[in-house]
């Protein structure tokens, strides 16, 4: 089959170029995903997204190699396989980091991408509640509402930021996010908002948009030094799109590298290595892996989560009812306290860790008298470094398009990650024995109060470091011999070929990433439809 443009990936981004590109009748698209559809109710019910992340139709399932700085863990990576991509299964925070981040990506030569000149693509894709502002856009197609909670430990979290001279913030994406608060999110009428149902859904009866599901892409043809199409294995079979224009890879941090390198498009020696023939050295490909290294902690509530309480088994089954009616209830929400970005040090322009209290803990389940009984309540930390140093690498295991990649986070390779880790759960630990937040919090759970020295609190970290999910930077934008595309998202040394996902941002962001996919997924369609026009 023959289109214009074919897109590898209904994700974050990929959503967003196929929605954005269709919207010209004269333009042919194609969409391949290698997942399903996203019909299930789980996918739409906001409360279960920890559940999306271990199931196994939905997830791929992947992990790291031994990380040789966390002890030669294995850590699980959770990546949605499904038409939006891990916008369907992540936990829906609005988050676009620091406007910092952005100006920080031009220096590093992507131009045209600084805070100022990439806002407006957020706030075209944005349908913010409170409508049309400097900082929101009003009318876009992602519904952006607020995160609510009605526990008092919420509003303690926040009187305690404010006798202890914290910022308090009713929006995060206003300016400077550092403070407390609660975030926005990507939910519309109690549902999920994710990239398909927000952009894809609305433009599926489009008859110039073609949307794939099931086809696992494993090749892109290349003649002559020009992406024509995309090979791919859908029920056992082989078949090919062919692409007049330009062929777009939104597979994410892990998906675009390993499938340019398939394609013979990536580092040399590695290309030899696994034996795949070289069409163009790109040494970039894969490199430097980006990931937010997150700890967990755990104190005991002094008094019972309103949570746990509508958890038993009659009243959810009647709040699930309400919800398939209404759209409100608990099933609508997650169980989000307060979110914090704050700074190890004064001196530093941006916040360099992150702290999400959850009032539930993470073991927490369905119970009812007689049947099983609630699991305790406990005030759970996440706590994140936004800005690693740490460098990973994603890389093949095998010629075989079927086998997932090899990825390595390298988690803890830098000193200064695993001294901001440490500061972060000495930071948490005086936090909550302060003002009013003393009131609610018991007993710390884990790690424990016993482990306080360095050492202790060094091999805690080692033990349970894990994944914020936010992977990055594997097909980096800029103009060094790294750089593997343009501030155009045009792959060098390849016409006819970009990347528009997490994969090219030049560093991760000190934020959730989300967003910022859906953005640049915005600007690659403007990009794109400019070169269209200009012949």
């Not at 290698?34 to 299930?40: K, L, N, P, Q, V």
């Not at 390993?258 to 696994?274: C, K, V």
């Not at 060098?492 to 990347?499: D, H, K, M, S, V």
């Amino acid at each position: 089959m023959n289109y214009d443009y074919v897109v590898v990936g209904a994700g974050s981004a990929g959503c967003v170029v196929a929605a954005r590109l269709s919207e010209r009748p004269d333009i042919k698209v194609v969409l391949l995903e290698s997942g399903g559809r996203d019909d299930d109710i789980e996918l739409k019910m906001p409360l279960v997204f920890t559940k999306l992340r271990n199931h196994p139709k939905l997830d791929w399932g992947f992990a790291t190699d031994p990380e040789p700085f966390a002890d030669n863990r294995v850590i699980r990576s959770a990546r949605g396989k499904v038409l939006g991509g891990s916008s369907s299964t992540n936990g829906m925070m609005y988050s676009r980091g620091h406007p910092r981040d952005y100006d920080q990506w031009a220096q590093m030569g992507a131009r045209g991408w600084s805070y100022e000149e990439v806002l407006p693509y957020f706030k075209r894709s944005e349908r913010n509640w409170r409508g049309e502002g400097p900082a929101h856009g009003g009318s876009g197609p992602l519904s952006v509402v607020p995160y609510t909670s009605d526990e008092p430990i919420a509003e303690a979290i926040r009187d305690t930021a404010l006798a202890l001279n914290y910022r308090v913030l009713d929006d995060f994406e206003a300016g400077d996010p550092e403070g407390f608060g609660l975030p926005d999110s990507t939910i519309c009428r109690g549902r999920r908002a994710s990239a398909s149902q927000a952009f894809l859904r609305p433009a599926r009866n489009r008859p110039n948009l073609a949307v794939i599901t099931g086809a696992h892409a494993t090749r892109i043809l290349i003649e002559k030094g020009r992406a024509v199409g995309v090979e791919y294995r859908k029920g056992g079979a082989t078949a090919v799109v062919y692409a007049s224009r330009e062929v777009v890879l939104s597979g994410g941090a892990y998906a675009s590298p390993q499938l340019l390198m398939l394609s013979g498009i990536g580092p040399s020696a590695h290309l030899n290595e696994i034996g795949i023939p070289i069409v163009l050295d790109l040494p970039g490909v894969g490199k430097d892996l980006q990931e937010h290294p997150l700890v967990p902690m755990g104190f005991a509530a002094k008094q019972p989560f309103k949570f746990s309480r509508k958890l038993r088994a009659d009243r959810l089954a009647g709040s699930v009812i309400k919800w398939m009616l209404t759209g409100r209830g608990l099933p609508s929400t997650v169980p989000l306290s307060a979110i914090a970005y704050y700074k190890s040090r004064p001196e530093l322009e941006r916040p360099d860790l992150e702290n999400i209290f959850m009032s539930t803990s993470l073991a927490a389940e369905v119970w009812f008298p007689g049947w099983r009984k609630p699991k305790p309540d406990v005030l759970t930390s996440l706590n994140v470094v936004l800005r690693p140093g740490s460098r990973g690498f994603v890389k093949l295991r095998s010629a075989d398009p079927a086998e997932p990649p090899r990825i390595q986070f390298n988690f803890l390779q830098d000193p200064e990650d695993l001294r901001l880790l440490r500061y972060a759960l000495r930071w948490t630990r005086d936090f909550v024995r302060q003002g009013a937040l003393a009131k609610h919090v018991g007993a710390e759970v884990f790690p424990g109060g016993a482990v306080e020295t360095d050492a202790a609190l060094d091999a805690y970290i080692r033990q349970t470091v894990s994944t914020g999910e936010h992977p990055t930077s594997t097909c980096k934008m800029g103009q060094g011999e790294d750089a593997v595309v343009d501030p155009q998202l045009r792959v060098r040394g390849i016409e006819g070929l970009r990347i528009a996902d997490a994969s090219i941002m030049p560093s991760v962001i000190s934020g959730h990433t989300n967003a910022p996919s859906i953005m640049i997924g915005e600007k690659a369609a403007e990009l794109m439809l400019a070169d269209l026009d200009a012949g």
